[in-house]
């Protein structure tokens, strides 16, 4: 033949091929050896010749590393028709079985030096050794010698040795034979074929394994699971493409989960996860034993579909196929099929099968999801009506619920706003358009109903979280001063810096919900100068919006929970006398107002100040005889009205703070059962 790149053809291999991929494809070439001798007793042996170093005890190295694997058959040989089509390059003698003329390459991906020795009988009759080389340069045989045998007996060995990713298949004689067995399978099941009996062993023969018997024997460990339906068809862009699925329990997985496996020409080319599809196969099944002795058997289930779609389909290297995975959007009328739409109604005929362990398995699913809903997250329960159970994975967690939920929503969101649209671009009004407002209008509302359980839910949520920082710490301390007052309003924010809904001044006077401007911690002029921990101008509520001198402006200062060295005669940080300097330098204009939003302030605007402190004796009495402030019913707050600043005060407990705002919220805790 020409010379051609080996090399280079090898590192182009760029399909999903592993290191199975060549053992794979010295096994299928002796089964196809064996097939065209038609030898009723066939053999195929692969050997695992293995690091056999010792120790200086005597006994063996702990590394067990695989040096080279053999696979021998006693099929009919490379005779000068095989020869010819091993050294051409995408050759077409094993067409009609699939062959591709190019898998021999996927030996020196994985392998460093590949030698076979062959027996054949020539059209004289008599029999001939072919021993050779395959080459990684130019000629794929190298080093060839032929000689007159001295048996009768046709065969192969393939010798694929120097495993250039040793730790890849650094495995047991188990492990790799149940490999090998499940890429195989097909050639196992196939109807109306014998397949060769093959056998994998270690070169010492302390483990000999029957690769057939995983099927056969009494304690098979894989078995095939009838199917009422095992047939489906697609519509291609020509003609339907029919598919014919099959059903197997793997017993004793280990790690592996349940899959689909795409089939092209008897081989193993695809795999997915089944749960990708239906999530209740994400879990191991189990089969109890009708032995009572024996405690019965877990096992995974294996999907193979096969189709003649798949054989004509199959990439070159056979890790892969020439067809999309996923259709294209914008390609539906005639795109080729895809394969997720292939393993999806393979899932489908699998979701039959165990329809009642399936449905079992969802309304334990559907019970978490429910209980999240209920218990964390009540504004979802309209969602949780239509959201297609299927979006979650068997074991949901809060995070995953939470995010699918909440996708759920936009999608509904975004259908609303596509239907009012509508409504509102029809010409003239029907009955049938009368009906269609109705309907989008429920569906508002009870969208309004989930959006307003959920702001609820999550002030419950501020005000544990207020509440816990009202606490000790864990080293006996109180939270800092800034921990709390983040709660409520971040500092060195003011509302032209976080979004409307970015502060939490609910939790101290409900109208503070609606404001015009808020400063927090931030000074006067830009500077070091004074800064009040909140300032609130003008609420909304009152105004309607309008910037005017009359709407008041609101001060909050806040002192660290169980703090009251404020209180002391020489302290400069006197919070009501904080609150009246801010009032007068706002009254006096002294100061830098944000960009755009001016502060129309008179001397008839009124000002209110709030202090928010833990109360001591040494609090309540410097109120009482310092300050003149009057008690409260409940003496969990003062007030005063300071005539010359023009200032009322109030100076509160954080105790009384939490409390009404959980007082005044309560009702719609309970209505929700949070």
Not at 532 to 543: E, K, L, S, T
Not at 633 to 650: L, N, T
Request: a negative charge; proline letters at 4%.
């Amino acid at each position: 033949m020409s010379n051609i790149h080996i090399k280079r053809a090898v590192s182009n291999i760029r399909e999903k091929t592993s290191i199975y991929t060549p053992i794979v494809e010295a096994i299928v070439n002796s089964i196809q050896a064996i097939k065209s001798k038609e030898e009723a007793n066939g053999l195929v042996t692969v050997t695992l010749k293995r690091n056999g170093q010792l120790e200086l005890d005597g006994t063996q190295s702990g590394d067990r590393r695989i040096e080279e694997i053999q696979v021998r058959d006693n099929g009919i040989g490379f005779n000068e028709v095989n020869r010819e089509s091993f050294d051409t390059l995408y050759s077409d003698l094993k067409i009609n079985e699939g062959g591709k003329g190019f898998g021999r390459l996927t030996y020196l991906k994985y392998f460093d030096h590949v030698w076979i020795n062959s027996v054949f009988q020539k059209k004289d009759g008599t029999y001939w050794t072919f021993d050779f080389k395959m080459g990684d340069e130019k000629h794929f045989i190298t080093n060839e010698a032929s000689l007159p045998a001295k048996t009768g007996q046709t065969g192969s060995v393939t010798r694929l040795g120097g495993l250039k990713k040793k730790s890849a298949i650094n495995q047991s004689a188990k492990t790799i034979a149940r490999n090998l067995v499940e890429l195989l399978l097909p050639y196992f099941i196939t109807e109306e074929y014998s397949c060769p009996t093959i056998i994998l062993m270690e070169e010492d023969e302390s483990e000999r394994i029957t690769l057939n018997e995983y099927l056969s024997s009494k304690e098979a460990v894989i078995k095939e699971l009838p199917l009422l339906e095992s047939e489906f068809s697609l519509q291609g862009s020509e003609r339907p493409q029919e598919f014919k699925v099959r059903l197997f329990k793997i017993f004793s997985p280990g790690s592996k989960v349940s899959k689909i496996s795409l089939v092209a020409d008897k081989r193993e080319v695809e795999t997915a996860f089944l749960h990708r599809y239906i999530p209740e196969f994400e879990d191991e099944f189990f089969e109890p034993s009708s032995n009572p002795e024996s405690p019965g058997r877990n096992y995974i289930i294996k999907v193979y579909v096969f189709g003649k779609y798949l054989d004509d389909n199959v990439s070159i290297e056979r890790g892969g196929f020439n067809f999309r995975r996923d259709r294209e959007e914008n390609n539906e009328l005639y795109a080729d099929i895809c394969q997720t739409e292939i393993e999806r109604e393979a899932a489908k005929l699998a979701n039959t099968a165990f329809s009642g362990e399936v449905a079992s398995r969802l309304e334990r699913k559907k019970a978490i999801i429910q209980e999240y809903v209920e218990q964390q997250a009540p504004w979802h329960r309209e969602t949780l009506k239509n959201v297609d159970l299927n979006e979650f994975s068997m074991h949901p967690k809060p995070e995953e619920m939470e995010e699918i939920l909440h996708r759920e929503q936009f999608k509904t969101e975004t259908k609303l706003r596509v239907q009012v649209r509508n409504i509102l671009d029809k010409e003239e009004p029907s009955d049938q358009g009368d009906e269609a407002a109705r309907a989008v209008a429920i569906n508002i509302s009870e969208k309004s109903k989930s959006e307003l359980i959920h702001y609820v839910a999550l002030r419950k949520y501020l005000l544990d979280l207020l509440a816990r920082k009202l606490d000790y710490r864990d080293d006996g301390k109180y939270h800092t001063e800034g921990a709390v007052h983040d709660i409520i309003f971040p500092r060195k924010k003011d509302t032209d810096r976080i979004p409307y809904e970015g502060h939490n001044l609910w939790i101290l006077d409900e109208r503070l919900s609606f404001t015009n401007y808020v400063s927090s911690d931030i000074p006067f002029d830009g500077g070091n100068t004074d800064r009040g921990d909140v300032i609130v101008y003008g609420h909304r509520i009152a105004m309607r919006g309008d910037n005017t001198a009359t709407n008041p402006i609101t001060i909050f200062e806040f002192k660290r929970p169980g703090r009251d060295d404020f209180a002391d005669p020489s302290s400069t940080e006197d919070p009501i006398a904080q609150i009246v300097r801010y009032a007068n330098r706002l009254r006096d204009k002294r100061f830098k107002t944000p960009p755009g939003r001016p502060m129309e302030v008179s001397e008839n605007t009124p000002f209110y100040g709030y202090v928010v402190c833990d109360f001591t004796p040494k609090v309540e009495e410097w109120l009482e005889r310092e300050k003149s402030f009057t008690p409260m019913p409940d003496r969990k707050g003062w007030f005063s009205y300071q005539v010359g600043p023009k200032i009322y005060i109030e100076v509160l407990s954080w105790d009384k703070v939490l409390n009404d705002a959980i007082l005044r919220n309560k009702i719609f805790f309970h209505k929700l059962g949070i």
